[in-house]
């Protein structure tokens, strides 16, 4: 696939250990905070999202943690596996659903 | 369901010549989105329709592209003439009417080489 990868931060997990991942945001006008995950060769896919009038909001094995007052948005992977390697971004979103996308952070799972 | 369908998955063009990438949205998906995505500027926004009309193509580069959607289970993004700077992989993306937009459905993309 595409190689998004060669520049972008990376965070190396154990796998079973707990992954975050962070990222800054721009807009303080967005109204939701949205993560994406691609994996090597695929389109990005749908993970969680948050709207800017919560703090924090839970899926399946994912938290994501919104800070307004320093612009910080967090996606929490709980007992992270090998599936869960792959490049993940945050976006941003007014309510149209224009999403603007963040740089990535590619994470790497270790055995 | 085959969630949204591209084609082709690898073009490789010479500079000058016209390409056109095609999608298929997933069935009943009210909004069909075209990103564009390389190493240099990430994932960009290049067009979106909702009912086969054009919203916002404040993302397309230049003259030089085009999209269409003439119904709602095809659209295509056309590039005429094509430069080696576009060289990067396309996706398109289709989101159901009544949500907050936020989870779009991604194609396989097409990567795009222009020699």
């Known amino acids: 696939g595409e190689s998004v990868g060669l520049h972008l931060p990376t965070l190396s997990v154990q796998e079973g250990d707990n992954s975050i991942i962070n990222c800054a945001y721009s807009?303080?006008?967005?109204?939701?905070f949205i993560w994406y995950k691609q994996e090597s060769g695929k389109g990005p896919q749908f993970i969680i999202d948050?709207?800017?009038?919560?703090d924090k909001r839970q899926g399946q094995r994912v938290t994501v943690l919104l800070n307004k007052t320093v612009k910080h948005l967090s996606l929490q992977i709980a007992a992270t596996q090998p599936g869960d390697s792959a490049v993940y971004f945050c976006?941003?979103?007014?309510?149209?659903?224009?999403?603007?996308f963040g740089a990535g952070t590619q994470v790497v799972v270790t055995p | 369901d085959a969630g949204v369908i591209q084609s082709p998955r690898h073009e490789v063009t010479e500079m000058g010549q016209e390409v056109t990438l095609r999608c298929k949205p997933i069935?009943?998906?009210?909004?069909l989105f075209w990103y564009r995505q390389t190493m240099m500027r990430g994932l960009e926004l290049l067009i979106y329709?909702?009912?086969?009309?054009?919203?916002?193509d404040s993302g397309m580069p230049e003259d030089r592209f085009s999209a269409k959607m003439p119904n709602a289970s095809f659209s295509t993004l056309k590039i005429q003439p094509s430069e080696p700077r576009d060289s990067a992989v396309y996706f398109c993306?289709?989101?159901?009417?009544?949500?907050?937009?936020?989870?779009?459905?991604f194609g396989p993309g097409t990567r795009l080489t222009v020699t």
């Open positions: 807009n303080s006008a967005s109204d939701y």
């Open positions: 976006a941003e979103t007014d309510s149209w659903g224009k999403l603007q």
């Open positions: 069935s009943g998906h009210d909004y």
């Open positions: 329709f909702n009912n086969n009309v054009p919203i916002d």
């Open positions: 993306a289709s989101s159901p009417t009544g949500g907050s937009l936020t989870e779009q459905y």
């Open positions: 948050i709207r800017s009038n919560m």
